[in-house]
Structure formats: structure tokens, C-alpha cells
């Protein structure tokens, strides 16, 4: 069964929590139906099915890639108990050349060794500008 401590090792230097190398260690992770909360809330937020969740993660990725060549994502990978964290930031410049720098907080909780929870926090930027 995984624990949190040999997933965040695998998981170091795979890149963003959306990244194909990372995808490839978490989708098998996955449980059938996880809950996804966002802070602040989304309309994504609920129960959702292991395929919706892995469809829409390479959609992210590839949309963004598409709409911003510059983009650079990048995550470090944390055990915090039976949890693994990944601490993201992404940053480009968006169509109509605007920078874009957030960070995220993304928790994946285990429960008998799958994922069944992923909860993303959105770090606030410090300039409200």
C-alpha cells in the first residue's frame, strides 16, 4: 500500500501536480470518485470521478501551454503525515501580456492508501494590484 512518504518521493522532480510525469504517479492514486475543494470555493467542488479529475488536470495544462508559450510550472513535493502536499507556482504572461505569478497549496489525502481528497488553497498575492 503507498504512504504519503514514498508518493512525495516519487514525486520530486516530476514537476507541477499536473505535469505528465506527476499525473503518471498520481492517477493510479486516484480514488474511483474523489472529493475536490478549492479555497477559495470553485465550481468544480464536490464529489468528482477519477477520469473527469485526470481529463480536466491535462486540459489545464495543455490550455495553458497553448494560451501562454512561456509558461513555467513548477511544485515541491512534501509528506505532512498520511497527506502529500505539493506547493505550486505558476507563472507567464497571459494573451493580452499580463504577468500571471500564483501559488497554490494543493493536499492530497490518503485514506487506505488512495487519494480520496484533494484540496487547493490559493496563496494570496502579497501586491492587491
Same mark, same amino acid.
Given at each position: 500500500?503507498?504512504?504519503?512518504?514514498?508518493?512525495?518521493?516519487?514525486?520530486?522532480?516530476?514537476? %507541477?501536480?499536473?505535469?505528465?510525469?506527476?499525473?503518471?504517479?498520481?492517477?493510479?492514486?486516484?480514488?474511483?470518485?474523489? !472529493?475536490?475543494?478549492?479555497?477559495?470555493?470553485?465550481?468544480?467542488?464536490?464529489?468528482?470521478?477519477?477520469?473527469?479529475?485526470?481529463?480536466?488536470?491535462?486540459? !489545464?495544462?495543455?490550455?495553458?501551454? !497553448?494560451?501562454?508559450?512561456?509558461?513555467?510550472?513548477?511544485?515541491?513535493?512534501?509528506?505532512?503525515?498520511?497527506?502529500?502536499?505539493?506547493?505550486?507556482?505558476?507563472?507567464?504572461?497571459?494573451?493580452?501580456?499580463?504577468?500571471?505569478?500564483?501559488?497554490? !497549496?494543493?493536499?492530497?489525502?490518503?485514506?487506505?492508501?488512495?487519494?480520496?481528497?484533494?484540496?487547493?488553497?490559493?496563496?494570496? %498575492?502579497?501586491?492587491?494590484?
Amino acid at each position: 500500500m503507498a504512504d504519503a512518504q514514498s508518493i512525495a518521493a516519487q514525486l520530486q522532480g516530476t514537476g %507541477d501536480t499536473v505535469d505528465e510525469a506527476a499525473l503518471q504517479v498520481l492517477g493510479p492514486l486516484y480514488a474511483d470518485q474523489i !472529493e475536490l475543494a478549492h479555497e477559495p470555493r470553485s465550481e468544480a467542488d464536490g464529489v468528482v470521478a477519477r477520469q473527469w479529475l485526470l481529463d480536466v488536470s491535462v486540459r !489545464e495544462r495543455d490550455t495553458f501551454a !497553448e494560451s501562454m508559450p512561456d509558461v513555467r510550472r513548477e511544485a515541491t513535493w512534501e509528506a505532512r503525515g498520511d497527506d502529500v502536499v505539493a506547493r505550486r507556482r505558476v507563472r507567464g504572461t497571459t494573451p493580452d501580456g499580463k504577468a500571471l505569478d500564483f501559488d497554490s !497549496e494543493v493536499t492530497y489525502v490518503l485514506r487506505g492508501g488512495v487519494i480520496t481528497r484533494i484540496s487547493v488553497v490559493s496563496v494570496p %498575492d502579497d501586491d492587491p494590484g
